[in-house]
């Protein structure tokens, strides 16, 4: 199958699966295109005996579509883009500090104590993980996914502070998620934690974060001056510039070696605070419809994506299923039970200057949701590297069935549970919680 074939392919799934969604299912979208392509990838997959060229063709496709570079090089990109493009930056500036030591602290206190209970609670199930595997299982899954909470909260009845505060921190966090990540899994290549150094942590953190933030001002200020030049006149060009911006931020990024999707985040909200309040008419109607359309069509793609590749990996998952029902639950407790300490942690310090109303961090812990990007990093740990395969095989199988079991429970149970949540409290509390804010001197 050729790649146009492929993307041929999913477009048509995406139509199809929408559409049985709206008018059946009537779920969330993020949740209706995950639930109907895992189901299409089971029926393939638990079909084999009926279905074995069918099988042979679909795992033959994923094998070859490397899901985790298209998802950080393309698609993230595009996501992130769209998402700041419609995020409120004013008030995204009133709760920086909030949102910056959630992104940072919160995600750094999640990781270390996700690969510690991991790594003490699996071997009650009979299942042994090195440690350093098991911090890296907590680098990956830790990370709130902006895709995923971004396409809830567009939809949940929540106070303007907390909606920015998740947002924000979703959409910064993975920046720092994917710096420890790739710290980590270097250590595991030089033989364990013994080889911390925490000033190269601190570099490749700065080159990687700041480099980031730079480069998606430097590019959001170059685009926006041409959108000014243009000034509505060629709504076509308009587009192209930002589809330039994004595209060729996306590039400059990888080869400079800095965030890519952090850039994204600074130029979609450089254009979106300057177009909506500075200058009304730096960028026409047509842009953001045109990126609502992507924002759209690409969130169908990918949780189709996600469904779709268990198909990939059905096989090495297979020889160990029993194994899995077991350390699935395990990490959905402990995954939950860090990330509340992860975020409770943080706003019981910031509490001391500042005021949060008493169920943020119920709301923070179960609004978490995780998702494409936590699978693309267990993907690519599938995919060999110039020194070969840096995990071991069994180990690699165990963190991808957890992640994948941590990802459906999030964005089906807790994504179709969250609203309800958010309707408790904006009922209850919300409303004060807003007006203590503002009035709060």
């Given at each position: ?98 949102i910056l030591i959630l992104a940072t602290l919160g995600t750094l206190i999640s990781t270390f104590l996700v690969g510690t209970g991991i790594f003490y609670a699996l071997p009650i199930v009979d299942i042994h993980v090195d440690y350093i595997y098991c911090l890296l299982f907590g680098a990956l899954i830790s990370p709130t996914d902006p895709i995923a909470v971004l396409a809830m909260i567009k939809k949940t009845p929540v106070s303007k502070n ?194 949060f109303p008493s169920y943020t961090v119920r709301i923070l812990t179960w609004s978490g949701l995780r998702g494409g990007i936590s699978v693309a990093l267990a993907l690519s740990l599938y995919e060999p590297t110039e020194k070969g395969f840096l995990v071991p095989n069994n180990d690699v199988n165990i963190i991808t069935a957890m992640t994948y079991g941590v990802v459906l429970f999030s964005i089906v149970i807790q994504g179709l549970t969250v ?23």
């Amino acid at each position: 199958m050729q790649v146009l074939d492929f993307i041929t392919l999913l477009i048509i799934l995406a139509a199809i699966f929408t559409l049985v969604n709206v008018k059946y299912l009537k779920l969330p979208s993020t949740i209706g295109l995950m639930i109907l392509a895992l189901g299409l990838s089971l029926f393939i997959v638990f079909g084999e005996a009926l279905f074995s060229a069918l099988k042979h063709l679909s795992t033959d496709m994923m094998t070859r579509f490397k899901f985790s570079e298209v998802l950080f090089q393309v698609m993230l990109s595009f996501l992130l883009f769209a998402g700041a493009l419609d995020m409120n930056v004013k008030k995204m500036g009133e709760e920086k500090w909030p949102i910056l030591i959630l992104a940072t602290l919160g995600t750094l206190i999640s990781t270390f104590l996700v690969g510690t209970g991991i790594f003490y609670a699996l071997p009650i199930v009979d299942i042994h993980v090195d440690y350093i595997y098991c911090l890296l299982f907590g680098a990956l899954i830790s990370p709130t996914d902006p895709i995923a909470v971004l396409a809830m909260i567009k939809k949940t009845p929540v106070s303007k502070n907390l909606e920015s505060q998740i947002a924000g921190e979703s959409l910064f966090n993975d920046g720092v998620g994917v710096v420890v990540f790739i710290t980590i899994l270097s250590l595991a290549e030089q033989g364990g934690a013994g080889h911390l150094e925490p000033g190269h942590i601190a570099i490749e953190f700065g080159k990687e974060v700041l480099g980031g933030l730079a480069l998606g001002a430097i590019i959001g200020i170059i685009g926006l001056y041409l959108l000014k030049v243009i000034d509505n006149t060629h709504t076509e060009i308009e587009v192209l510039v930002t589809l330039s911006m994004v595209l060729g931020g996306a590039s400059v990024a990888k080869y400079i070696g800095v965030s890519g999707p952090l850039a994204m985040v600074v130029m979609g909200l450089w254009v979106g605070r300057e177009g909506r309040e500075k200058d009304a008419d730096a960028a026409g109607e047509y842009v953001y419809k045109f990126w609502h359309l992507m924002d759209e069509a690409m969130n169908a793609i990918l949780f189709i994506l996600i469904g779709l590749q268990i198909i990939r990996i059905a096989d090495e998952l297979a020889s160990q299923s029993m194994v899995f029902l077991f350390a699935i639950p395990v990490a959905i407790v402990i995954v939950l039970i860090s990330r509340f300490v992860g975020v409770g942690l943080p706003v019981s310090i910031m509490r001391i200057k500042r005021h949060f109303p008493s169920y943020t961090v119920r709301i923070l812990t179960w609004s978490g949701l995780r998702g494409g990007i936590s699978v693309a990093l267990a993907l690519s740990l599938y995919e060999p590297t110039e020194k070969g395969f840096l995990v071991p095989n069994n180990d690699v199988n165990i963190i991808t069935a957890m992640t994948y079991g941590v990802v459906l429970f999030s964005i089906v149970i807790q994504g179709l549970t969250v609203n309800k949540l958010f309707e408790k409290y904006d009922e209850t509390n919300a409303d004060k919680a807003v007006v203590v804010e503002k009035t709060k001197p």
